[in-house]
């Protein structure tokens, strides 16, 4: 199973040149491949091969006089440079045939020295180590400082420096780690999860979380500090510092809302052998006057957190259609009473008369659908009306 794990880097001045040149280089390269496909296309001319536009817009290059300061950093950037681009190419096709899942994917766009996120990636043919000191050693680049908040399971086949929009460093690593060493042992437990806004989850069990809401809280600071940029003149470097100022109040809102739902997700996988959740259309609820609280609360990344931690861990995570009607069903007596408006958090049942938290009542609701999921999954499939003919006339 391959994992990705980063960590925040300190480099000097001098490196955080390097870094920059190394961030233009390889946005040089993508934007002047890009180009020639693109040009290749208007013309009705063949789809220019990868070969082909290295030796054009790396090898030759270098010994222009135009792009002879791509010499200066690692020929790994350049060339990782072009295979992002062929991936995005990639997935392009594949989006206009239909072969692949999720929403449409655009054509690759040009990249910009402004852009809100600069990244290049070192592969081993780049010969980056980490020291015994525990610096990040990145050629042509020199040692880095890493903050190492925990060790690397394995050795990292891959290294990505990005510089975010708040001006901060990191290092992302991908590394293999082998799934038999990291199962948890077996549980009787499994938990249903009704996720919410007013409570970010409610468990069947009757737990709640509450919302942090981390955006509500932070509104205030960006407010300011946006009315603070939108002041300031346009192209100016008192706008540039302001916009890292704001830039810098949304990632810790981000922050704190990862580190949430990291710590939550760990908690439920390590305490359930299995999860059951309703998969919400967070799209369609993000077109209503709700949509920055469900921007806020995160659902959708904290459902894929728990899906890669499941799977990690030996866990098993069912997704329950969101056509299920968790909220109009009797978890006591399975009577269906009908929908309920959003404003009705408690009801009574008209056929057994319990009375129901709406919010655990539904989570309940989730974590019965989950294990009847799961039943028809583990049993084996049904013959059909040949084969038990077949059976008879045996």
């Known amino acids: ?9 300190e480099p000097t001045p001098g490196q955080r040149i390097a870094l920059s040149r190394a961030f233009g280089c390889a946005r040089v390269v993508w934007n ?4 020639a496909r693109r040009d290749a296309h208007s013309s009705g001319l063949a789809y220019l091969k990868s070969a082909e536009l290295s030796r054009r817009f ?5 010994k222009t006089s135009e792009r002879g300061w791509l010499a200066e950093v690692s020929a790994v950037v350049l060339q990782q440079a072009l295979r992002d681009l062929d991936t995005a190419y990639s997935n392009f096709f594949a989006s206009l045939k239909g072969a692949r899942e999720g929403p449409k994917i655009a054509e690759p766009r040009f990249k910009s020295k402004r852009d809100n996120r600069q990244a290049v990636r070192f592969t081993a043919n780049a010969r980056w180590s980490i020291t015994e000191g ?7 680049i020199g040692p880095v400082k890493v903050r190492w908040s925990r060790q690397l399971p394995s050795v990292p086949s891959t290294v990505t420096v990005i510089k975010d929009p708040s001006g901060r460093y990191f290092c992302s690593f991908v590394v293999e780690t082998g799934p038999a060493d990291e199962i948890l042992p077996v549980l009787e437990m499994d938990q249903g999860i009704d996720l919410g806004l007013t409570h970010f989850a409610v468990m069947a069990d009757g737990s709640r979380v509450k919302s942090p809401r981390f955006l509500r809280r932070a509104e205030k600071k960006l407010k300011r500090e946006q009315r603070h940029l939108s002041g300031k003149a346009k192209g100016s470097k008192n706008r540039n510092k302001q916009r890292v100022k704001v830039a810098r109040a949304h990632a810790k809102a981000a922050d704190a809302r990862r580190d949430f739902h990291h710590k939550l997700s760990t908690k439920l996988i390590r305490e359930n052998q299995a999860i059951s959740v309703e998969s919400l259309s967070v799209k369609g609820l ?29 866990r098993t995570l069912t997704r329950v259609d969101r056509a299920f009607p968790s909220s109009q069903v009797c978890s006591a007596c399975g009577h269906r009473d009908g929908p309920k408006p959003l404003h009705i958090r ?4 008209s056929a057994c008369g319990t009375r129901h938290d709406r919010d655990h009542n539904a989570g309940k609701n989730i974590k019965h659908e989950g294990r009847r999921i799961r039943a028809a999954q583990a049993a084996p499939p049904t013959p059909g009306p040949g084969a038990l003919a077949r059976q008879r006339a045996r």
């Not at 790396?58 to 270098?62: G, V």
């Not at 408690?346 to 049942?349: M, Q, R």
Request: with cysteine.
């Open 58 to 62: 790396i090898t030759e290059a270098k």
């Open 286 to 314: 993000a077109r209503t006057h709700l949509a920055k609280s469900v921007h806020d609360a995160g659902w959708a990344t904290f459902v894929n957190m728990l899906e890669y931690k499941a799977s990690r861990y030996g």
């Open 346 to 349: 408690a009801w009574t049942c």
């Open 134 to 140: 525990g610096r990040l050693n990145l050629p042509k």
């Open 1 to 9: 199973m391959q994992l990705r794990y980063s960590f925040r880097i």
């Open 32 to 35: 002047d491949c890009l180009r």
